[in-house]
């Protein structure tokens, strides 16, 4: 069924209409619905042939394999709940899908004039719809969504149900994969989420519940900076889990509908961008100045006001002609810098705030703008500038609440799957009733081994019983091919990744998210946050001190 994005196509003689448009007729709109069978790389395709005779079940797990980025070393898990009920939740296999996926493939393994129908697996499929009725007969099983877990650990396992269908784990490797990218965008927000808290209370901030602490500190503005649509969606609730502050729409809609938000998830206010303040020309930027604040007499109102001179803005217009306006006004005026170095030009506007405005000093010492002005940095900031934008605030007497941030490609796009090596790998096949282990380990990369056999993910407190000869160790260190140990335990000894099917799955901190088409247990939104957050953050205040 079409789920909001998809995979059918018309061709162009389909599409033809008979409105104007001239003599061949106008183009009717594309109607795009999902088809699984075409959501995998093309040599998944051939690979039901490539596995021993007599293989039943294949097994397989996603970790990530550490990060490219200095002092990550755990990911926050989000995002999967999205593709399962996008993507596989229910009946995914059709006759019609199946034909469409027949056509393409053949073409597509052709040779350019000649079709090779040869390739598809079209029985596989038809048994599919035949047996499950067009359900997928795998189980999933998944850390919570939110939840904080070191680097190198299992996050995720796939198996099939049906030994007839051993191929299909590895032909839903590609989509679940794709979980790399929620999850990296999450444990991106979440670190800067660290920095900002760390700042605050190093700077005297003393309310943490929502609107106030880090809740609305960086605010997302990347719909425009992403690659898709979904990109926007997908990655935008990511940094939701995190903070409640965006003005990418879509973010809003997939929490709400994959992840059963009540409400919108994340909020905004009204705002001016360049073009609402230039149109009033230089000589007139003092009067759309003057206008944000009377059209919006209350509440929250932010202002770009680098159109011609941030300094001048500040100290001439905001901070003596409007000061009245500002100070009497029901509400907080935000001013938006957009250039400039934001180490230096974000210091020098607050100072100069503060000589205007006055300020009042934190229990650190610090100085804080009155409730109603602030400043918004939406330029050039990542996880890099944050830390030193606010370190610069706080060696120049600033407090860190004196500021937000805005944030766009650097949020949403400015990562990859290798942010965080995320992979997946078999780790143990069943051929003719008996299960082995599987693993790879090249000579050319020790970083790529994979771990071997049944995985579960527990706490080291609760995994006893084992000695230290039990422990993992490489292939280097053991002279043995594949490595030689059971227990990948985490640097910091809190969990372990428990192999050769020797943990115990009552103690495995996986969930069996997905069953034959159907899902057992969906996370809501507000518990995601509440997984993720960090100590004395906003999702973590009593409910009662939270604004509604």
């Not at 300094?311 to 938006?336: N, P, S």
Request: with cysteine; charged share 20%.
């Amino acid at each position: 069924g079409n789920k909001c994005m998809g995979s059918t196509v018309k061709t162009p003689g389909e599409q033809k209409g008979a409105g104007a448009g001239g003599a061949s007729g106008s183009l009717a709109p594309v109607e795009w619905t999902d088809n699984i069978l075409l959501l995998s790389d093309s040599y998944k395709v051939s690979h039901y042939m490539q596995y021993p005779k007599g293989t039943q079940y294949v097994y397989s797990y996603f970790e990530s394999r550490g990060s490219d980025r200095e002092g990550w070393t755990e990911v926050c898990f989000y995002g999967l709940q999205y593709y399962l009920r996008r993507y596989l939740e229910g009946v995914v296999v059709t006759k019609e899908k199946i034909a469409e996926a027949e056509m393409y493939y053949a073409d597509h393994f052709g040779d350019g004039t000649t079709p090779n129908p040869a390739m598809f697996y079209k029985k596989g499929w038809e048994h599919i719809l035949k047996k499950h009725g067009g359900k997928l007969p795998v189980v999933i099983k998944a850390v919570p969504e939110g939840m904080v877990i070191p680097c190198k650990q299992v996050l995720l396992t796939i198996t099939n149900t049906d030994p007839e269908c051993f191929w299909l784990p590895n032909y839903l490797e590609t989509l679940l994969v794709q979980v790399w990218y929620p999850m990296t965008v999450a444990t991106n927000s979440r670190n800067q989420k660290i920095s900002i808290h760390n700042y605050l209370e190093k700077t005297g901030n003393e309310g943490w519940a929502i609107p106030g602490g880090s809740a609305l500190k960086l605010h997302d503005f990347g719909f425009r900076g992403v690659s898709s649509v979904e990109s926007a969606a997908i990655g935008g609730s990511a940094h939701l889990v995190n903070f409640m502050g965006t003005d990418t729409v879509a973010s809003m809609l997939c929490a709400h509908r994959y992840y059963g938000a009540k409400k919108a998830a994340g909020v905004s206010i009204p705002a001016s961008e360049h073009s609402t303040i230039t149109s009033w020309g230089e000589k007139g930027e003092v009067d759309a100045m003057r206008n944000m604040l009377e059209k919006y007499p209350t509440g929250v109102v932010a202002c770009v006001s680098d159109s011609f001179d941030i300094f001048r803005a500040c100290r001439d217009y905001w901070g003596t002609e409007l000061k009245a306006q500002v100070e009497q006004r029901q509400g907080l005026l935000v001013i938006r810098p957009d250039s400039g170095d934001p180490m230096e030009v974000c210091a020098q506007i607050i100072g100069i705030l503060c000589e205007k405005f006055g300020s009042t000093t934190t229990k650190t010492g610090h100085k804080l703008l009155p409730p109603f002005v602030r400043v918004i940095q939406g330029d050039g900031v990542d996880y890099e500038t944050i830390p030193k934008i606010l370190q610069n605030l706080m060696d120049k007497g600033f407090a860190a609440d004196n500021i937000a941030f805005g944030s766009g490609g650097a949020l949403l796009q400015k990562v990859n799957r290798d942010t965080f090596k995320c992979a997946f790998k078999c780790c143990e096949v069943t051929v003719d009733g008996k299960a082995r282990d599987v693993f790879k380990d090249p000579a050319t990369d020790p970083g790529k081994t994979s771990k071997k056999g049944r995985l579960t993910l527990q706490l080291a407190s609760d995994t006893t019983g084992f000695t230290d000869a039990d422990k993992y160790k490489s292939s280097k260190d053991s002279g043995v091919q594949g490595g030689q140990g059971f227990l990948h335990y985490s640097p910091c000894g809190k969990y372990v990744t428990v192999a050769e099917n020797k943990g115990d799955a009552a103690k495995d901190i996986m969930i069996e998210v997905f069953r034959d088409g159907n899902m057992p247990k969906l996370w809501t939104f507000d518990e995601i946050r509440a997984r993720a957050d960090i100590p004395n953050g906003p999702f973590s205040q009593p409910a009662s001190t939270e604004a509604a």
